[in-house]
Each structure stands twice: as structure tokens, then as C-alpha cells.
T-cell receptor
Framework: GDSVTQMEGPVTLSEEAFLTINCTYTATGYPSLFWYVQYPGEGLQLLLKATKADDKGSNKGFEATYRKETTSFHLEKGSVQVSDSAVYFCALRDRSNFNKFYFGSGTKLNVKP | NAGVTQTPKFQVLKTGQSMTLQCAQDMNHEYMSWYRQDPGMGLRLIHYSVGAGITDQGEVPNGYNVSRSTTEDFPLRLLSAAPSQTSVYFC?????????????FGPGTRLTVL
């Protein structure tokens, strides 16, 4: 079946450090991939997405590239800010079954000034 | 657009009580779903619906009931609350028939069962 695996957190970085959060997936079909962000006390918000191989999603300085050969969708940001402190979820939606979204367990990011 | 709205934001129940968590969306999305979020567990799908009158079970449906009489509303009913149902509940909606469509989430309902 489909699944998403994320690196475990928490991840603690200093402001302006480089961020990578690893995400790999297993899918029976050809999925679309998503990164969501959840700020404290709030619901999930879409951060970026990619719908086919080699697509790069980007938003607010975050980027992720859809790598079909390695079944990965790692999230990166060149210089994190304190305001990026949140929980990040990787997710997929499979073309073979539109009715299910699969989420990773989430990675908490703490950015220190 | 208000997006996805949920009420109440917070609720405390005693074991055995019943209640309904409300969810509404104004984006004309056919697909709606309910998740629960527990510490260290990520999101787990409770029930989902692909349109009015059509619902199906997710990963953790026991103890919960849903119905979908309109496109806009998708309430979640707790039949007899148990402490194990203490969690944060999120409702989400999406266009259904394309994998590239993301889900839009509500702000959540934080439920405590004593």
C-alpha cells in the first residue's frame, strides 16, 4: 500500500542555517506530492506541491523536487527564520485512488535566534 | 471565502456523553474528510466522503459516525465518548477527481474526554 516516511524530529537549527527534512514515499500508482506546515494551535496549510517527476515546488523560500527514481520529496530552505518554527508534514495523493491522502508523521522544526 | 470552518474550537466531555463536531466548507468541494491528530502519531483518517450521500471509513472509524446530506457540511458524531478519543480533530476538503488537488484544512477542534 501507499505510505510516507519522514525523518523524525525535532530538528533544532539556528537562524539562517540550512534546512533539509527528508521524505520518502511508497505508492502503487503515480502520486502527487505535498508539503504542509502546521503552526502552533493551527490547522495544516499547504506549503508547496509537485504533481509529476522532476517538478520542483517552491513557496516562501522552501523548495522540494519530485524524484521518482529515489521516491523522495525532500524539503529544503537555504536560510531558516525563527518564524519557520512549526511542524512539517509530507503527504501524497495517488492517481490510482484519489480518495486517500497519506501523511507522514510530521517533523517538528525549532529555529533559535 | 471562509474556507473550511469547524466548531467548536474546544470541548470537554465526560465519558459516555455524545456530541457532534461541525465542519463546513464554502468551496463546493465534493471530497471531505475527518482526521484525528495525536502526539507522535501524525494524522489518522477517521471517515471521508466523496459527495452528498456517500461516506466511507478511514483508518480509525470505530466510535465515530458521519453523514453527508449536503455538499457543504460533514459533521462527525461521537456516539459514546471515551478517554481514548481525547485528541485534536481536523476536517479537510478537496476537489476529488484529480491527484494534484490538495486538501484544505479547518482550524481544528481540541477535544478532551474525562
Amino acid at each position: 500500500g501507499d505510505s510516507v516516511t519522514q525523518m523524525e524530529g525535532p530538528v533544532t537549527l539556528s537562524e539562517e542555517a540550512f534546512l533539509t527534512i527528508n521524505c520518502t514515499y511508497t505508492a502503487t500508482g503515480y502520486p502527487s506530492l505535498f508539503w504542509y506546515v502546521q503552526y502552533p494551535g493551527e490547522g495544516l496549510q499547504l506549503l508547496l506541491k509537485a504533481t509529476k517527476a522532476d517538478d520542483k515546488g517552491s513557496n516562501k523560500g522552501f523548495e522540494a523536487t519530485y524524484r521518482k527514481e529515489t521516491t523522495s520529496f525532500h524539503l529544503e530552505k537555504g536560510s531558516v527564520q525563527v518564524s519557520d518554527s512549526a511542524v512539517y508534514f509530507c503527504a501524497l495523493r495517488d492517481r490510482s485512488n484519489f480518495n486517500k491522502f497519506y501523511f507522514g508523521s510530521g517533523t517538528k522544526l525549532n529555529v533559535k535566534p | 471565502n471562509a474556507g473550511v470552518t469547524q466548531t467548536p474550537k474546544f470541548q470537554v466531555l465526560k465519558t459516555g456523553q455524545s456530541m457532534t463536531l461541525q465542519c463546513a466548507q464554502d468551496m463546493n468541494h465534493e471530497y471531505m474528510s475527518w482526521y484525528r491528530q495525536d502526539p507522535g502519531m501524525g494524522l489518522r483518517l477517521i471517515h471521508y466522503s466523496v459527495g452528498a450521500g456517500i461516506t466511507d471509513q478511514g483508518e480509525v472509524p470505530n466510535g465515530y459516525n458521519v453523514s453527508r446530506s449536503t455538499t457543504e457540511d460533514f459533521p462527525l458524531r461521537l456516539l459514546s465518548a471515551a478517554p481514548s478519543q481525547t485528541s485534536v480533530y481536523f476536517c479537510a476538503s478537496s476537489y476529488p477527481r484529480a491527484a494534484y488537488n490538495e486538501q484544505f484544512f479547518g482550524p481544528g477542534t481540541r477535544l478532551t474526554v474525562l
